[in-house]
């Protein structure tokens, strides 16, 4: 896998590159940091070195750098020593590995498309401890399913994150709008209608209003704790849920309906990804049910 790295410098502003084994067949390939950087990020890439990170052959920009493979035997990790499970090798598998794309930011750091997590925030320790360690941090093991995991990681210390834009694209014409759960005819006629007037779609309420209010609904408290919970919809679309670890489940579920009302009269289940099971008790706080910085699945049903 191609290293993410800035282009433009070189010699004492280049980093070094690493390879460490992880999960199940699973490795991750990591961008040392350039020099005069913050030493906090400096020690997790030396940490992760000493841990067992291997060095990366480079011969020069332009040149691919050599990269060992990782396979046989790994560890899932657990919560505690006695909970560590030993994985068998698969390796006649030959299902596609799940590449992750972790970048570390000025004030904290990304996960593929996630939101920013910051450095200080309890909730990421375990994360970044396990990054320290060379190790695949549990929740990717979880959201791979225990399969093989890939980790490009990229030093942006010196930016500061910028949230992507969301782009939302207009359906025109008549037929069903793509992606209801209860599909809505559009610029169809109605032909009961008196005087030949036909019915007109009502226009839908901006979704970043509803994502927003959806949040503020969760009434955050920012002296505690905060996580943030990756919602992945029936559609394809994601939702991301920052709240403190005392929240509930059934507060999860009350910020999907908001932010898809949609979703009110619907019948719909939160699935966790590995393992593969329906969170049930509304009253349960992600923190007891282990949901801190992970993903859940909305499947209806």
Do not use: C
Request: charged share 25%.
């Amino acid at each position: 896998m191609d290293q993410d790295s800035d282009s433009g410098g070189s010699g004492e502003e280049d980093g070094q590159a690493f390879y460490a084994g992880g999960s199940e067949h699973s490795g991750q390939q990591v961008l040392g940091p350039p020099r005069k950087k913050s030493d906090m990020v400096t020690k997790l890439f030396k940490s992760a070195k000493e841990h067992g990170a291997e060095v990366l052959d480079s011969e020069g920009q332009g040149k691919k750098s050599k990269k060992l493979s990782f396979g046989g035997t790994g560890y899932r990790l657990g919560l505690t020593s006695d909970d560590t499970e030993v994985i068998p090798d698969t390796s006649k598998k030959e299902e596609r590995p799940r590449d992750v794309s972790l970048k570390m930011w000025r004030t904290g750091f990304t996960v593929d498309d996630g939101p920013l997590r910051a450095y200080e925030d309890p909730g990421n320790a375990e994360f970044l401890n396990s990054i320290r360690r060379s190790e695949v941090p549990l929740e990717l093991i979880r959201e791979a399913r225990g399969g093989e995991v890939y980790i490009s990681m990229a030093d942006h210390r010196h930016e500061d994150y910028v949230p992507p834009k969301v782009t939302l694209k207009a359906f025109s014409g008549a037929g069903h709008t793509l992606g209801s759960l209860v599909p809505t005819v559009v610029g169809q006629s109605d032909k009961g209608a008196s005087g030949g007037a036909s019915s007109q779609a009502a226009p839908t309420q901006d979704s970043k209003t509803l994502q927003k209010n959806a949040q503020e609904g969760l009434k955050v408290d920012e002296s505690q704790p905060v996580t943030s919970i990756q919602l992945r919809m029936p559609d394809g679309s994601r939702l991301v849920a920052r709240v403190n670890h005392t929240h509930t489940v059934g507060d999860i579920r009350h910020f999907v309906q908001t932010a898809q009302p949609a979703y009110i009269t619907t019948d719909f289940g939160l699935m966790t990804t590995f393992p593969y099971a329906e969170l049930t008790n509304l009253a349960q706080t992600v923190s007891e049910a282990k949901l801190l910085n992970s993903a859940i699945v909305v499947k209806t049903k």
